[in-house]
């Protein structure tokens, strides 16, 4: 059911990363979402990557990007834009101007930000923000927004102070800042029930935010059998290579490391049969050091790259795979945060082998739901002995889609999320009906 013309909200959607260039995520997810529900949804973001290239060729808009190549690139608007639902959900994306100097693009979007975003919330007539930001924007915003009377919901999926710091240095304001919106945001909806009790905490919250769980573009990760032109082109050999599959960002805590390194102990562990091979879907900060590593550890021939990889072919380069993995180091970053792999390699009807996150262990209950729990030193045996026994890999990744198909369907996730910002706009129209 959607939304007439008599109840749709306004929402203004603040993040600080590049809307077309990131990796396709939750944010995309429930703005586009709440578009299908005949909601309008503006989404204003930061271009972190505007040296990195172009943006993903397959997102879809209309209206154009700047061109030229100058220092100062001014603001824009592109409309209907959608990354994560084919089209079915349009975003309107203001981009406000943008200094491209290193170091300086963020430090001066503090600035540009504090004076765009009120400009909208007034000119487009905004019902309820949902932020996602602290330092670059967020702050910002949230003051911007409590001086109008528009209520502010803060969507807690990361540790801020530990994810958006660059600069050690910075960390103090960050946190400061990240702070401050927790307490002062009109409602806090976290994504796992352990990031609501870290909101509270530091947030000094006296309510206890809400959890509303993540969805799973099911249309893109689904139970599949492995395509065999895919698998050729990657070098792959389907009823032969026994293949581990990784998606994501390659960050210094993903324990790519301890795969790299603990393959032969993996394929020992699998007993006779074809070559263990690694499948790593993704790149990033430290692809430099994984890539340098497998030539030095000289598996070179048993460690596949695709790099980033649209995000309608994830799901079936995932598919390729017997067996998944989240390797994350347990720190101030991962501790807490349920990563959106975890959801997607379920879905794709695949075993996943993961570290013992404390927040993913809050919301998947070990093997019951396809995924068993292993520290990183152990990886080798648990991974060796499900590519050892192909029943049970059977039997998990079938737990592990029902799992996903119960209780992460994005159409009943984000009427949960619509539910909590209806009820904040509701309730600032009517204090400010009460002032009149």
């Known amino acids: 059911m959607t ?3 008599a109840d749709r909200l306004n929402v203004l959607v603040v993040h600080e990363v590049d809307w077309l260039r990131k990796v396709v995520y939750e944010l995309h997810d429930f703005s586009e979402h709440l578009a299908i529900l005949g909601h309008r949804v503006i989404a204003v973001d ?3 990557g505007w040296a990195d290239g172009p943006p993903d060729a397959r997102a879809r808009f209309e209206g154009s990007l700047p061109n030229g190549s100058g220092v100062l690139r001014g603001s824009s608007v592109l409309r209907e834009v959608s990354r994560a ?6 975003v309107e994306l203001h981009r406000p101007p943008l200094l491209r100097v290193p170091l300086l693009d963020r430090a001066s979007a503090v600035l540009i930000h504090a004076a765009t975003v009120p400009r909208i919330l007034e000119r487009e007539r905004i019902d309820v923000v949902l932020l996602y930001s602290a330092p670059t924007n967020g702050l ?3 003051l911007a927004a409590r001086r109008r009377g528009i209520p502010v919901v803060f969507r807690a999926i990361d540790v801020l102070h530990r994810m958006r710091t660059p600069v050690a240095l910075l960390g103090p304001p960050v946190l400061a800042a990240e702070r401050l919106v927790l307490k002062l945001a009109d409602r806090v909806v976290a994504n796992s029930p352990r990031l609501r009790r870290y909101a509270q905490r530091l947030g000094r919250r006296r309510d206890c ?4 769980l993540p969805g799973v573009a099911t249309d893109v990760f689904h139970p599949a059998d492995p395509d065999p032109e895919r698998a050729r082109a990657l070098g792959i050999e389907l009823g032969r290579d026994r293949v581990v599959g990784f998606a994501g960002t390659f960050f210094d805590f993903a324990g790519l490391d301890v795969l790299i390194d603990g393959l032969c102990a993996t394929e020992a562990a699998a007993g006779p ?7 790593l879907i993704g790149g990033g900060e430290d692809e430099p050091a994984i890539r340098e590593r497998v030539r030095a550890r000289g598996v ?4 596949v790259f695709t790099g980033f990889r649209p995000y309608e072919e994830v799901g079936p380069l995932l598919a390729l795979a017997d067996v998944t993995v989240c390797g994350m180091r347990i720190n101030e970053v991962t501790r807490d945060i349920v ?3 975890v959801h997607q390699c379920m879905a794709c009807g695949r075993p996943l082998v993961c570290s013992p996150m404390p927040g993913v262990m809050d919301v998947v209950p070990g093997e019951a739901a396809g995924v068993v729990y292993a520290p990183l030193e152990d990886f080798p045996a648990a991974i060796g002995g499900l590519l050892a026994d192909r029943e049970r890999r059977e039997r998990l990744g079938a737990a592990a889609a029902e799992y996903i198909s119960r209780h992460h369907d994005w159409a009943a996730q984000t009427r949960l999320l619509e539910r909590i910002l209806r009820d904040e706009a509701a309730r600032a129209a009517a204090r400010r009906r009460g002032r009149r």
């Open 339 to 341: 990563p959106a792999k």
């Open 209 to 212: 935010p809400d959890v509303v």
């Open 46 to 48: 930061f271009e972190e």
């Open 140 to 142: 910002s915003t949230l």
């Open 273 to 279: 049969g074809g070559p263990v091979k690694l499948l």
């Open 300 to 303: 070179s021939d048993r460690v």
């Open 85 to 90: 639902t084919g089209g079915r959900g349009g």
């Open 3 to 5: 939304s007439t013309a």
